[in-house]
């Protein structure tokens, strides 16, 4: 059974950072596709970062030079590091991966992927 387990949230003033990790359990992880997805109240969820098997990479461009996602595959864990927060960038940020191996690193959700518990972020103004 696949785990994915977010942890790193938190608040964090306007022009602040915060790292974010996902650590996953229940497969190889090095075979699969690893991403970051946000959702803010009221808000449909939208992808934010992922990166591939070979360790491709594509972030959304509301976050491109300030977001960087990096996995280490000896850990089980995906990264997100977060630099000059934005009050917009608030939301629930969940870890997720699809249930197929060897994707490309931007994917739209779909029934089989998994999803971690979501964690927190708050950017004060």
């Known amino acids: 059974q696949v785990h994915l387990v977010e942890s790193g949230g938190g608040l964090v003033q306007t022009g602040g950072s915060l790292r974010l990790s996902c650590a996953a359990s229940?497969?190889?992880?090095?075979?699969?596709?690893m991403g970051w997805f946000r959702q803010a109240p009221g808000s449909e969820r939208e992808f934010v970062a992922g990166?591939?098997?070979?360790?491709?990479?594509a972030h959304a461009d509301s976050v491109k030079g300030r977001f960087t996602i990096s996995r280490d595959n000896a850990k089980n864990t995906v990264y997100l590091q977060m630099n000059t927060l934005k009050p917009e960038d608030t939301a629930v940020y969940y870890c997720?991966?699809?249930?197929?191996?060897?994707?490309?690193?931007?994917?739209?959700?779909?029934?089989?992927?998994?999803w971690g518990q979501g964690t927190q972020v708050t950017v004060s103004s």
């Open positions: 229940g497969r190889t992880f090095s075979n699969y596709t």
């Open positions: 990166i591939s098997f070979n360790g491709r990479s």
């Open positions: 997720a991966s699809p249930e197929a191996k060897f994707t490309y690193p931007k994917w739209a959700p779909r029934a089989g992927d998994y």
